[in-house]
Structures are given as structure tokens and as C-alpha cells.
């Protein structure tokens, strides 16, 4: 990928979240006590709300980012962000902002000025809204997700190339997702080829693999279907990953196994941070 790459206004990229919204993702994950659902909703909110911080300028919202995500239970796989049906799955971030679903009450510990960590109560906005339902149509979700990345490059040849984030807790009820993958990471823009990150998360406290270099260690076959769908990990981005505490090599893969809460944080953070060494404008 070349270096000189800009992500600004007249060429933005683009982050993509597909998310298993099925019936076991209404299953509690022991280290935050509440369902998986509700977890990755809440995290994917404060990943919305932190693109828009980093795009609030003196100006207002500058769109340096489109911003999608599909659900996908046993009614199908369906535009996730807005409840419009022929609402586009990618939208400009500065209409996201714009149209928060609700507003929640949620109390977080701050500093009150005087070094000391008081429980605060802050208005969360939502544009995602928890899920469990039905079946893991993956490949319905993948071929959505396909659709919507093909028309964005060809409308974007000249941005940075489009990020899709998947996190799932089951194997797919509808085939086998891998070749749809491949065919997105084929996609791209004059920059390189769109990047696929799985995230695979738990009800269970049981081992983690964590940005593997193959797939020897890995005994699971869906785990193995998920490493292989996923991108080798962007050179840009190593260091951030190291950052947190995670080995990561080059030909790691942007991919995590049986993650748990903090994982899921960190991996999101990790996954939209396309920007350094790139300027934005």
C-alpha cells in the first residue's frame, strides 16, 4: 500500500461492520455479565461515537469516514444502522451522527478534577441496538457485504481501501462464507485490496488465540475457516496492536479466537485506527 495514501474529504475510507446478531448471542459472556449482544452493541456505539469525535472539527463533521454495519440472524441479513429499507448500508459519518437512534443513561467512573474516580451518569447515544435471534446466515451477510464494498470502490478508487470488521459466536447455517470473503478481499482502490478482520467471541472462559501466523495451533475447523478469511495484519497497524499487549508479527492475521470483553474493545480500536502513517485533511 503506498504511503502517500490521504484519507480527507474528497477521499475517505470506509469501515464496515458485519455482526452475527443469532439467537446465541443473547447468551451472557461471564466477564461483563450481560449477553454477548448487548456487549459488541455497546462497543460498536462507542466505536461510532469515537470516528465522529475524531471528525468533529471547528467546521462541524468532516466526512473523512463511511460508516455501514450489517446485521444478520434467522430474518436475514438487513442494513443494521438505519431502519430504512432502501437507506444505502454505507453512509456518509457526518448522516450517522445525525441520526441516533436513542440515547441511553449509562454510569462511568471519571476523574472529578480533584484525583479522585467518582461514578459519573453520561447520555450514551446508540445507532446499533442489541440482537438475538434465529440462525448465523454468514454467506447472505458476506454477500451483502460484497455488494456494498464492490459499488464503494468503484466510487472510491482513489481513497484508502475499505476496512470490514466481522464478529460472529457461531458457525454459519447457510454454507461456507470463505470464497465470498476471498472475493472482497480482492476488491480495493489504487491504494490496495479491502482488509477482513474476524472476531470470534465467547460465552466461556476458554483459551484465546489471539492474531495467529497460521493456523497449526488452531484445532477448531471453524476457527481455521475464520483465519483463512481473514487479512494479514497492515504493517501501519502492528504497532498499535503491540501497544495493548498483543504479539503480532508480519504475516500475523487479523483475527482473534474465543475473545472476551477487553478483547473486543481493543480490537476495534486496533481495526479503525487505518489513519497513522496517513493524514486526514
Excluded at 450489517?70 to 444502522?81: C, D, E, R, S, V
Excluded at 450517522?96 to 441511553?104: L, R
Excluded at 482513489?158 to 476488491?187: C, F, M, V, W
Amino acid at each position: 500500500m503506498k504511503e502517500q495514501a490521504q484519507i480527507n474529504r474528497k477521499n475517505p475510507t470506509a469501515f464496515l461492520f458485519v455482526v452475527d446478531q443469532s439467537l446465541s448471542m443473547g447468551y451472557v459472556m461471564p466477564s461483563v455479565n450481560k449477553p454477548k449482544a448487548k456487549h459488541v452493541a455497546d462497543v460498536i456505539n462507542r466505536t461510532i461515537l469515537n470516528l465522529i469525535d475524531l471528525c468533529n472539527k471547528a467546521d462541524g463533521i468532516r466526512d473523512y469516514f463511511h460508516i455501514g454495519i450489517i446485521g444478520y440472524n434467522g430474518k436475514g441479513a438487513k442494513n443494521a444502522l438505519f431502519d430504512e429499507i432502501d437507506k444505502p448500508i454505507l453512509s456518509y459519518i457526518s448522516e450517522v451522527a445525525a441520526n441516533v437512534k436513542k440515547v441511553e443513561h449509562i454510569t462511568e467512573k471519571v476523574d472529578n478534577g480533584l484525583g479522585e474516580i467518582v461514578d459519573k451518569v453520561v447520555e450514551f447515544p446508540v445507532w446499533m441496538e442489541a440482537d438475538a435471534d434465529g440462525e448465523t446466515p454468514m454467506c447472505e451477510a458476506f454477500g451483502l457485504a460484497r455488494e456494498t464494498l464492490e459499488e464503494w470502490c468503484k466510487d472510491n478508487p482513489d481513497s484508502y481501501p475499505p476496512t470490514l470488521i466481522h464478529i460472529t459466536d457461531g458457525d454459519s447455517t447457510d454454507g461456507n462464507p470463505q470464497e465470498l470473503a476471498e472475493s472482497i478481499k480482492r476488491l480495493g482502490t489504487i491504494y490496495g485490496t479491502a482488509l477482513i478482520f474476524n472476531l470470534h467471541v465467547s460465552s466461556f472462559d476458554t483459551n484465546t488465540i489471539e492474531y495467529p501466523s497460521n493456523d497449526n495451533s488452531i484445532k477448531d475447523e471453524y476457527a481455521k475457516m475464520l483465519f483463512k478469511m481473514s487479512s494479514i495484519f497492515p504493517e501501519h497497524l502492528i504497532g498499535k496492536a503491540s501497544d495493548r499487549g498483543y504479539r503480532v508479527v508480519n504475516n500475523s492475521r487479523g483475527f482473534i479466537f474465543n475473545a472476551d470483553a477487553v478483547d473486543i474493545v481493543n480490537f476495534l480500536e486496533i481495526g479503525t485506527l487505518p489513519t497513522n502513517p496517513y493524514k486526514r485533511r
